[in-house]
């Protein structure tokens, strides 16, 4: 039987190029360890088929950093928090562009600047308009931004200034979101990623695996993501800080976090999957294994408040699995 579903699969996404239901990628999801690799085989051919072969790479700068008034609990920039962190207002437009400057040399194709809050006031965002100018003037990366809950006039305003791309994750599924933050809610977050795409913007749209959430839970997002149907998914893994909430959070095994990969890849097979914070302490040296399960994208570079990797070491990764570096995510 298990053998069959993963044919079924494949069927429906090879060569009917049809969607499969949350009962299916229920299915795949109670499968044993023993058909890791057969899952990992069917989501490589997946990928393959819509979206071809390739890692797209992205930078990102926390230009405004600490002091948020959300208590999500898996953040270490939230108020409610004693996390040691170094946080700092927000950085002047000419520190965003020489940072946006050193990715493009590493390789990347986009840059995000992301802001902590539920918001951007108006001085955050008059500063992060002005950046978004200068690396369109100065550099040929794709500009991302995330700062948090949109108005309508902030969309807008964002679009017209050239924004390619604006990142607002769902976080969790909406069963379990309740769990995570209590000072927003799930339709809050599902209104910006609308408002995102009626101004014309690609919509960045994810979550955090490992927060206590159910195997099922994982899927209900998957689902809950490909309903607003975004471009680039970011995968992140939690990577529990101390005085978060989340503080005493065991890691996902690095098992869990591959075939997670992999069922999302299988839900999603026309978006980009983006593989971004606490992926190298989750994944640690089965990194490259995620590039087979279905990930096409990656955050290089150090993350909001965590390190992340050298991206000398992404490229020679990427190298490694004779994949090419594309230059944009429509590269299906």
Avoid at 33 to 40: F, K, M, P, Q, V
Avoid at 122 to 145: N, P
Avoid at 160 to 177: C, I, M, Q, W
Avoid at 274 to 299: F, K, M, T, Y
Wanted: glycine residues 8%; contains cysteine.
């Amino acid at each position: 039987m298990s053998e069959r579903t993963i044919q079924l699969v494949a069927e429906k996404l090879l060569d009917n190029e049809e969607l499969i239901t949350f009962e299916e990628a229920h299915r795949l999801a109670l499968l044993g360890e023993e058909y890791l690799l057969d899952l990992i085989g069917l989501s490589y051919k997946v990928t393959a088929k819509y979206k071809n072969k390739g890692i797209y790479l992205c930078g990102i700068i926390s230009a405004k950093t600490g002091a948020c008034p959300e208590d999500c609990a898996f953040c270490a920039q939230s108020a409610y928090t004693r996390a040691p962190i170094s946080a700092h207002p927000m950085v002047d437009p000419s520190i965003i562009l020489k940072a946006a400057k050193e990715v493009e040399k590493s390789g990347a194709s986009e840059f995000c600047i992301v802001t902590s809050g539920r918001g951007p006031d108006e001085k955050t965002f008059r500063k992060v308009i002005e950046a978004v100018h200068l690396i369109r003037s100065y550099t040929g990366l794709s500009v991302g931004c995330s700062l948090g809950i949109l108005t309508k006039k902030q969309a807008r305003l964002l679009s017209a200034a050239g924004v390619d791309r604006y990142n607002h994750n769902l976080e969790t599924s909406r069963s379990f979101f309740p769990s995570i933050c209590k000072t927003h809610t799930y339709g809050e977050r599902v209104k910006t990623a609308h408002l995102v795409k009626e101004n014309g913007m690609e919509l960045c749209c994810g979550g955090i695996l490992g927060m206590g959430e159910s195997p099922v839970q994982r899927l209900e997002l998957a689902f809950e993501l490909r309903g607003l149907n975004p471009d680039l998914v970011p995968i992140n893994f939690l990577n529990p800080r101390p005085g978060t909430g989340l503080a005493n959070r065991v890691l996902l095994t690095p098992i869990e976090a591959i075939k997670s990969i992999a069922l999302f890849r299988l839900i999603l097979p026309r978006s980009t999957l983006i593989c971004a914070g606490g992926r190298s302490v989750v994944l640690r040296d089965l990194q490259p294994l995620a590039l087979l399960a279905g990930i096409n994208a990656l955050i290089t570079g150090n993350y909001l408040t965590t390190p992340g990797r050298m991206p000398e070491e992404d490229l020679r990764m990427i190298r490694d699995l004779n994949m090419p570096v594309v230059k944009h995510t429509r590269f299906g």
